[in-house]
T-cell receptor, first 114, second 114 residues
């Protein structure tokens, strides 16, 4: 069975600072990994995904994530935070086999300080 | 391209009443998902359809929840009777059957059970 753990339910950074949101996964097979963003009162939007190609994945809005098998991690980063990045971020995992069923983490709320 | 549509956006009911949510996926998307997102948690898959067949309903509380997808397009999720713990946002998502694993989410329906 697959699962994800997001470390830190709330992260606060200053505008212009590095954003680092942590995600560790558990999977018995090579996983597919995702980061989604959710703005207030909206649905989720895919930021980026890892599907066994390049380990460094670039997404929308300047975000990227690196798949590290040895650490079972898929942390999300952005070099310079913008006020518009304030949102809830979800890491998710799929085994890539069971008709694209995705398991979501509990989320990390990102706040940006002016 | 129109996104995933959901209605209503908000619903308040008393416990033991019934409620129904509607979802219209992106045109051409064969796979449709219903998720339950309780405050402070990640989305949890309730049911997944491919065309008008059920792929996974293992986490659907079948004693009170039901869902259908007639004609393989629109879908309805019903709760009868509602309990206090059903208060949540109900998200609908859709995807192509192309191995991309990209799910597109609607804005959700926020249900409050009093």
């Amino acid at each position: 069975a697959q699962s994800v753990t997001q470390l830190g339910s709330h992260v606060s950074v200053s505008e212009g600072a590095l954003v680092l949101l942590r995600c560790n996964y558990s999977s018995s097979v090579p996983p597919y990994l995702f980061w989604y963003v959710q703005y207030p009162n909206q649905g989720l939007q895919l930021l980026l995904k890892y599907t066994s190609a390049a380990t460094l994945v670039k997404g929308i809005n300047g975000f990227e994530a690196e798949f590290k098998k040895s650490e079972t991690s898929f942390h999300l980063t952005k070099p310079s935070a913008h006020m518009s990045d304030a949102a809830e971020y979800f890491c998710a995992v799929s085994d890539g086999s069971s008709a694209s069923k995705i398991i979501f983490g509990s989320g990390t709320r990102l706040s940006i300080r002016p | 391209e129109a996104g995933v549509a959901q209605s209503p956006r908000y619903k308040i009911i008393e416990k033991r009443q019934s409620v129904a949510f509607w979802c219209n996926p992106i045109s051409g998307h064969a796979t449709l998902y219903w998720y339950q997102q309780i405050l402070g948690q990640g989305p949890k898959l309730l049911i997944q359809f491919q065309n008008n067949g059920v792929v996974d309903d293992s986490q659907l509380p079948k004693d009170r929840f039901s869902a259908e997808r007639l004609k393989g397009v629109d879908s309805t999720l019903k709760i009868q009777p509602a309990k206090l713990e059903d208060s949540a946002v109900y998200l609908c998502a859709s995807s192509l059957v192309d191995g991309s694993y990209e799910q597109y989410f609607g804005p959700g329906t926020r249900l409050t059970v009093t």
